[in-house]
């Protein structure tokens, strides 16, 4: 793959990314000539296959376990990727855990712990690689939100809620970190084609999710990991500079969300 976009070299990082759009993200990135750090909060195996096919890309790559929530983990992950390659140029905020209760089942402990996953993590994160980022005057941050940071969602309050915190996150830390080459994005990739928890998506069987996406998208298929994927390089991109506090919606026509 050519590296128009001026990745080759770079370092990335993907929070949850052992499948699904992480994993997507990851091999866009390993295609394109970057170093790679992959983590997944407990599915050592899923992640080190991201990281053989990384690998097999001619990508370096190491894979570093734990829950992006726990700020312990964000420091392993700050520390092992600058043993490996010095620094961290470009993140994507991904990891994410969603529940389907509504507002009468959900418990504060719901509450608290997905807002851990959906916005504290990327403070977390934010607090850990911006400092490098700013020493060399360039990073790119990517959050992965979603349409219910727009429209909310009644079986999953705190996952939405914390979805809309993201978004002033990201608007927050775009005009604090502009001045020093650091860009902060949103993507929001609708109903995307991954493999969901009949649990957290109950009934959303490949047949029906085809059908829903027919119905409901305006392209009539579900956005493919690939396609979000390349949205993530295109915003890490070096002619992207002038892109931040941005939210690119990669769902098909799903919502049109302005």
């Not at 983590?39 to 990384?54: I, L, Q």
């Not at 312990?72 to 969603?98: H, P």
């Amino acid at each position: 793959m050519s590296d128009e976009f001026g990745i080759a070299g770079k370092t990335l990082l993907v929070t949850g990314s052992g499948r699904n759009l992480g994993k997507a993200i990851v091999l866009e990135f390993a295609a394109r000539g970057a170093n790679v750090v992959i983590n997944s909060r407990s599915n050592a195996d899923e992640a080190n296959e991201v990281k053989d096919e990384a690998e097999a890309l001619g990508a370096k790559a190491i894979v570093v376990l734990g829950d992006a929530a726990e700020k312990s983990t964000v420091l392993e992950l700050k520390a092992r990727a600058e043993q490996a390659f010095g620094r961290v140029d470009i993140y994507v905020s991904n990891a994410a855990r969603r529940l389907h209760k509504d507002f009468w089942d959900t418990t504060d402990e719901d509450w608290h712990h997905h807002l851990n996953q959906q916005l504290t993590a990327s403070w977390y994160l934010a607090k850990a690689f911006a400092p490098g980022m700013r020493e060399h005057g360039w990073g790119r941050i990517v959050h992965m939100n979603g349409p219910d940071g727009w429209i909310g969602g009644p079986t999953r309050i705190p996952h939405s809620t914390a979805k809309g915190g993201l978004r002033t996150l990201t608007r927050s830390l775009s005009r604090s970190l502009g001045p020093f080459g650091i860009t902060v994005n949103d993507i929001n990739p609708g109903f995307a084609d991954t493999v969901r928890d009949l649990e957290t998506h109950p009934g959303m069987t490949p047949g029906r999710s085809e059908r829903f996406a027919r119905e409901t998208i305006a392209i009539k298929r579900q956005p493919q990991p690939a396609e979000i994927a390349w949205a993530c390089a295109f915003l890490a991109a070096e002619r992207s500079a002038a892109i931040t506090g941005a939210a690119i919606h990669v769902d098909g026509g799903q919502f049109m969300i302005g």
